[in-house]
């Protein structure tokens, strides 16, 4: 019955651009971005509790590498997806091999990895080839679909559904897979995981990988949705909050959480833009209460206070 309802809601997703304004549509893409990237970061931060605070390194190689791909060698991103995300695990395994071999875990495993993130920051500033700190601009090509570019959004649209579907049947197959129990038990007791014959160091190293894989695939849809990048948008540490914020704020460590996270966050952030676009920096002040409201009450998300709340009590 899962699986029947899942599909029925996969199915009314794929019809909404049919019926949807182009500006619904781009909220629309903006949430699933959210979605996916919250999700490829709940794999590492949710499910094996690796809090990484420089999730950006990862989207940022990611879109730099599909990007100087296609600039400099005419690889279309389709193929830059998979170059991307070899890059992205080949990433994930180094700051695993370096942090984790130390034991490294909490605050000083977010300052190692926002530590990373600040470093990618600061060489694509100062590498020439790949744009320094003007970035790179990616030509319009208009309707070319081998090159990832769609003359309507609405196909933006369903690319990034795929995106989103395909993340979370990696998280449910995760869930159900012995990988999954150990990124558990690691992330619940790890003196008992090691107890139990669980390879502590590999299994926080695969975490890694596979977070940091998925995130540099949503990089690449940046790149090719927005046609821009540069060092700040792709590596700053406000990436990397947004990154995690969906599966915090949803519930870290389910496999909705992040989902029904950018499903707030998404719409709140346009909210809040468009109430306080004559006050600059307001809009951020009042997103920023609400976010401090929803994480002082709901500490352990919304998906984990819905399932615990009384009975009787309507949603």
């Known amino acids: 019955m899962l699986w029947l309802a899942g599909l029925l809601v996969a199915a009314v997703a794929a019809g909404l651009p049919l019926v949807l304004s182009e500006y619904a549509v781009h909220v629309l893409i903006e949430i699933l971005l959210l979605a996916y990237l919250g999700s490829a970061w709940n794999l590492a931060g949710g499910f094996a509790g690796l809090f990484s605070f420089g999730h950006a390194a990862f989207y940022g190689l990611g879109a730099y590498t599909s990007t100087v791909l296609l600039l400099r060698l005419g690889v279309s991103p389709w193929l830059g997806m998979p170059a991307a995300a070899l890059l992205g695990g080949a990433l994930g395994f180094g700051i695993g091999a370096l942090c984790f071999r130390y034991r490294l875990r909490g605050p000083i495993l977010a300052l190692a990895t926002l530590a ?31 090159q990832l570019q769609f003359a309507q959004k609405r196909a933006y649209y369903w690319v990034m559904l795929v995106l989103v579907l395909g993340v979370l049947a990696v998280t449910v197959a995760l869930t159900r897979s012995r990988w999954g129990y150990h990124f558990q ?131």
């Open 116 to 146: 990373v993130a600040e470093m990618f920051r600061v060489l694509a500033i100062n590498l020439r080839p790949v744009g320094g700190a003007m970035g790179l601009l990616i030509p319009l090509q208009g309707d070319a679909p081998l």
């Open 185 to 315: 038990a690691v992330r619940d007791d790890e003196e008992a995981a090691v107890c139990l014959g669980v390879n502590v160091f590999r299994t926080k190293c695969a975490a890694m990988m596979l977070s940091g894989a998925l995130t540099a695939v949503g990089g690449v849809f940046y790149a090719q949705y927005f046609f821009f990048i540069d060092p700040p948008s792709m590596f700053g540490s406000g990436t990397s909050v947004d990154i995690l914020l969906p599966a915090i704020v949803g519930g870290a460590g389910t496999v909705t959480g992040p989902l029904v996270g950018a499903l707030l966050l998404g719409p709140l952030s346009e909210l809040t833009r468009g109430y306080f676009r004559a006050y600059v920096g307001v809009h951020l002040i009042v997103y920023g209460l609400i976010l401090l409201a929803v994480v002082l009450y709901l500490p352990r998300g919304v998906v984990r206070a819905w399932r615990r709340r009384p009975r009787g009590v309507a949603a």
